[in-house]
T-cell receptor
Framework: KQEVTQIPAALSVPEGENLVLNCSFTDSAIYNLQWFRQDPGKGLTSLLL?????REQTSGRLNASLDKSSGRSTLYIAASQPGDSATYLCAVFTGTASKLTFGTGTRLQVTL | DAGVTQSPTHLIKTRGQQVTLRCSPKSGHDTVSWYQQALGQGPQFIFQ???????QRGNFPDRFSGHQFPNYSSELNVNALLLGDSALYLC????????????FGDGTRLSIL
């Protein structure tokens, strides 16, 4: 059974800092890994998707890496801004189950 | 280009009642998946519909059922509501039902009194 863990559960940083969010998964037989952002009471916004054959993806100030063999992914946010405050969720797509398995998220607060 | 739309936005029910939630997929998508997100938790997979059939199912009781229509829209039905069914219900759509990216709606917030 696939399990996804995210560390830390919560993080508070001052504006301008670079930060790293961590995600680990137990079954390396994944098709892809997605990072999502969720604002309070809202749905999920996809940030980055990394296919199993890829090592990283970049979008603006965001960079996600994937090490499938060790079951790890990181989301790097450069020069954080107060507007980055949200919960960040990691999810892996397992082909045999055709579903996304989510971690419990990291709640990020960027302070002025 | 309309994204995934869900209705209603919020819903309040009492224990024992039944509820129907609705989802319209993103244009061009033919696969709909439903997730339940309890407060402070990550979303949990309920089931997936493709070609009007339930293709995969998560660890949810038979009180949770669904349907997909020929226009690819979908409904989630929950019978005999329990307090523990209070959650944000998210619908995601994708194309082909495989490993393509899933696009999520804003969800329906269901509260059980």
């Amino acid at each position: 059974k696939q399990e996804v863990t995210q560390i830390p559960a919560a993080l508070s940083v001052p504006e301008g800092e670079n930060l790293v969010l961590n995600c680990s998964f137990t079954d390396s037989a994944i098709y892809n890994l997605q990072w999502f952002r969720q604002d309070p009471g809202k749905g999920l916004t996809s940030l980055l998707l990394i296919q199993s054959s890829q090592r990283e993806q970049t979008s603006g100030r965001l960079n996600a890496s994937l090490d499938k063999s060790s079951g790890r992914s990181t989301l790097y946010i450069a020069a954080s801004q107060p507007g980055d405050s949200a919960t960040y969720l990691c999810a892996v797509f397992t082909g045999t189950a055709s579903k996304l398995t989510f971690g419990t998220g990291t709640r990020l607060q960027v302070t002025l | 280009d309309a994204g995934v739309t869900q209705s209603p936005t919020h819903l309040i029910k009492t224990r024992g009642q039944q509820v129907t939630l609705r989802c319209s997929p993103k244009s061009g998508h033919d696969t709909v998946s439903w997730y339940q997100q309890a407060l402070g938790q990550g979303p949990q997979f309920i089931f997936q519909y493709y070609e009007e059939e339930e293709r995969q199912r998560g660890n949810f009781p038979d009180r949770f059922s669904g349907h997909q229509f020929p226009n690819y829209s979908s409904e989630l039905n929950v019978n005999a509501l329990l307090l523990g069914d209070s959650a944000l219900y998210l619908c995601a759509s994708s194309f082909g039902g495989s490993n393509q990216p899933q696009h999520f709606g804003d969800g329906t917030r269901l509260s059980i009194l």
